[in-house]
């Protein structure tokens, strides 16, 4: 089969921004050509072989497809929140063609049969790509390492004890050096959880406001700082996981600016919203590490501005209403973010924040470096092609979501731009009624 996708504007940073035609041939990309429109007099004709089928990508975006690093897919032992097939459904409904799931399964993904299993069955129900992220420490107790070398051999492609922090700084040493002697990144998960007590919220006059515990900063960056520290004192990768505040930012800066090999990313969230969205106790603007403030909020936009902040991930974290539908203090932390998490962060690129080229580097290229993975827009590889609608106008409405959970708060939230188009493993995974 031969698809054809004409006239977008294709963007894959560092080698490619022109408008073009791609021909996808049995799968694989067989030629990137600029459209007649822009195209020399020098330069060849594009492929004149007969197509099956045509797309017109006039006035949009083509991107290699996207990449979001930080995913809990809840399966297995979860799936009434989430499931492999349904988490890779909402991904590719968000422009996803590549995600990256947390080890916090039950039983966690700390050894090879889970690790063998998510991949094997995301490969049955989807061409969506799953990497499994395996555990830092037999079942994300922050006692044992897991077995590293089987895990790699199994195909995980990075190590965290996401949803937990590693507190033994002994540990976390130990972790990362053995890591970087299989050549994979450590991810953290940055909390020191004596200091964050039983706080539910941000810590500040709102918290005291609402009658709720909060959760200083300080809680985040203290082991921003050490995690730092000991990827320096072990010359090991390190990327730190949803940054939120300003004081994490600002270490993140200041270790880059000595040459630390220290990456991070941020969520959707803690650039779109702050603390006061729990108001009226929503639990659906509760997670962990929770919404911050103005000042926050501006320097994560900051910090992805210069660089500070590598890449977008979503934390994608279903939950079903038995776990939301309760008081804030029980409530779950964590919101669904795959089929939000490109439009918000494409109003980076309306409010002239970000460029459209920028947002690819943080949604495709930067994420493909961190974990290692094929990089672009490449010919004879497999197509993993997301096309974007900047101009469309849309309600996130969670009823239309794909997803099995609904937990988040942006519903009703009038937003620019959005997925049309999704191929992964060269294989059509979404398409919006607009492009038809």
């Not at 083509?62 to 979001?68: A, H, Q």
């Not at 002994?170 to 909390?191: D, N, V, W």
């Not at 004081?247 to 991070?264: L, N, P, Y």
């Not at 990313?265 to 106790?281: I, K, R």
Request: aromatic share 4%.
């Amino acid at each position: 089969m031969r698809l054809l996708i004409k006239g977008g504007r294709v963007i894959d940073p560092g080698s490619f921004d022109d408008i073009a035609d791609i021909l996808v041939e049995d799968g694989k990309i067989a030629e990137i050509r600029k459209s007649s429109k822009n195209k020399s007099k020098k330069e060849k004709k594009p492929s004149q072989k007969k197509v099956d089928k045509t797309i017109d990508a006039s006035g949009k975006i083509v991107t290699p497809g996207l990449i979001d690093m930080h995913v809990h897919l809840r399966e297995p032992g979860h799936e009434y929140k989430e499931t492999i097939e349904t988490g890779c459904a909402a991904a590719a409904h968000g422009g996803f063609t590549t995600i990256c799931a947390m080890p916090n399964t039950n039983p966690v993904n700390d050894n090879r049969q889970i690790t063998e299993y998510i991949i094997q069955k995301a490969q049955e129900v989807s061409a969506v790509r799953v990497y499994p992220v395996a555990a830092i420490s037999k079942g994300l107790k922050g006692e044992n390492l897991c077995e590293y070398g089987d895990l790699k051999d199994a195909g995980a492609i990075a190590f965290s004890d996401d949803g937990r922090p590693v507190m033994d700084s002994q540990l976390m040493r130990r972790a990362m050096e053995y890591a970087k002697g299989f050549g994979l990144p450590t991810i953290s998960h940055c909390e020191d959880m004596d200091l964050a007590g039983k706080g539910v919220m941000n810590e500040g006059a709102f918290a005291t406001k609402m009658g709720l515990r909060g959760i200083p900063n300080a809680v985040e960056s203290i082991m921003v700082m050490r995690d730092i520290a000991l990827s320096e004192l072990t010359d090991s990768p390190v990327h730190i996981a949803h940054v939120s505040t300003f004081e994490s930012v600002c270490a993140i800066r200041e270790a880059k600016k000595r040459g630390a090999r220290v990456t991070s990313e941020t969520a959707p969230h803690y650039f779109t919203l702050t603390e006061e969205a729990v108001g009226e106790y929503n639990t659906n603007a509760k997670m962990n590490p929770p919404l911050r403030t103005d000042r926050d909020r501006n320097e994560i936009r900051n910090g992805l501005v210069d660089g500070t902040i590598d890449a977008i991930a979503s934390d994608h974290a279903p939950h079903s209403s038995i776990e939301k539908e309760v008081e804030f203090d029980l409530a779950a932390n964590g919101i669904i973010g795959l089929e939000t998490s490109l439009s918000l962060s494409l109003q980076l690129v309306v409010e002239g924040v970000l460029t459209i080229s920028d947002l690819v580097e943080k949604m495709h290229t930067h994420p493909a470096a961190i974990i290692g993975i094929q990089n672009g827009l490449k010919i004879g590889s497999l197509a993993d092609i997301t096309i974007i609608d900047t101009e469309i106008m849309h309600e996130i409405n969670s009823d239309n979501f794909l997803s099995i959970s609904r937990n988040m708060p942006f519903n009703g939230m009038q937003l620019k731009g959005k997925a049309v188009f999704t191929m992964a493993q060269g294989k059509v995974a979404y398409t919006d009624d607009s492009l038809i």
